[in-house]
């Protein structure tokens, strides 16, 4: 089997050590025998609705958002036919403020999104930072995700949206509402990172599953000797307890 994995505007999108999303799926491919082929995005390239199966939208700083902005506004169309289609998306911090409707600036300035998620972000005047611990039944039972948050944007989301987890320990999405990222379909997003996926396995196998069906139908991935990585999201946890 083969994934093809679009990573978008990946030098400027990559602040948060989004390149370790981009390894962790490919070993977890790579060990299982599924072949993945990455095609980034750039500013400038063509909109292709079926360019790819997952798409990953990452992090960055005030000044490559705004960068990235108009020309993500390209290919709002091909990334909702592409999501349509049963692509799978994962976007984190400003990728994921990116993927809601738009952002709104502390003087009145706005920055459009592509509206895969139904969410608004607001800036704030404070950051919240620090280690984040969620609860998450994404997979369809309890599990629990680890990271780093580091964000002044309050998120609030729309009906259309339903949080990635509740929050146990961190600020999430406001701060406010105990809820952190956001899910709709196969696409997630989150202020979790740091990168998210190495301590979150489970979390990539799910965006695998999710891509891989898009062209080979329903895939039970086999199970990886994940132990090393268990003790790193507990290790992050515990971390995140302890405030």
């Known amino acids: 089997m083969r994934l093809t994995l679009c990573q978008l505007y990946p030098e400027h999108l990559s602040i948060y050590a989004d390149r370790g999303n981009v390894l962790v799926l490919r070993r977890r491919c790579e060990w299982r025998g599924i072949e993945l082929v990455e095609r980034p995005l750039r500013l400038g390239d063509e909109p292709d609705p079926d360019a790819a199966d997952l798409y990953l939208l ?10 990235v902005a108009d ?6 169309d091909a990334l909702h036919e592409a999501v349509a289609g049963g692509a799978a998306l994962l976007a984190v911090c400003g990728g994921y403020q990116l993927a809601g409707h738009r952002y709104l600036g502390h003087r009145g300035d706005e920055i459009p999104g592509i509206g895969l998620l139904d969410l608004v972000t607001e800036a704030g005047d404070q950051r919240m930072i620090g280690n984040v611990l969620l609860e998450s ?5 309890p599990r629990t995700i680890v990271g780093f948050e580091n964000h002044a944007g309050r998120t609030i989301l729309g009906g259309a949206a339903k949080p990635l987890g509740r929050v146990l320990a961190g600020h999430g ?3 406010e509402s105990g ?22 396995p489970w979390l990539a196998d799910w965006l695998i ?7 080979h139908g329903a895939v039970d991935l086999a199970p990886l000797e994940d132990s090393l990585e268990r003790r790193a999201h507990d290790s992050a946890a515990a971390a995140a307890r302890r405030g």
């Not at 990452?58 to 960068?67: A, E, F, N, P, T």
């Not at 599953?209 to 062209?215: N, Q, S, Y």
């Open 58 to 67: 990452g992090g960055g700083q005030d000044r490559d958002q705004v960068l």
């Open 137 to 141: 039944d994404l997979d369809e039972r």
């Open 179 to 200: 809820f952190e990222g956001a899910v709709s379909g196969n696409v997630v997003g989150t202020y979790v990172h740091g990168p998210l996926l190495p301590k979150n």
């Open 209 to 215: 599953t999710r891509a891989l069906a898009r062209r």
């Open 173 to 175: 999405n406001d701060g």
């Open 71 to 76: 020309d993500l506004q390209r290919h709002r």
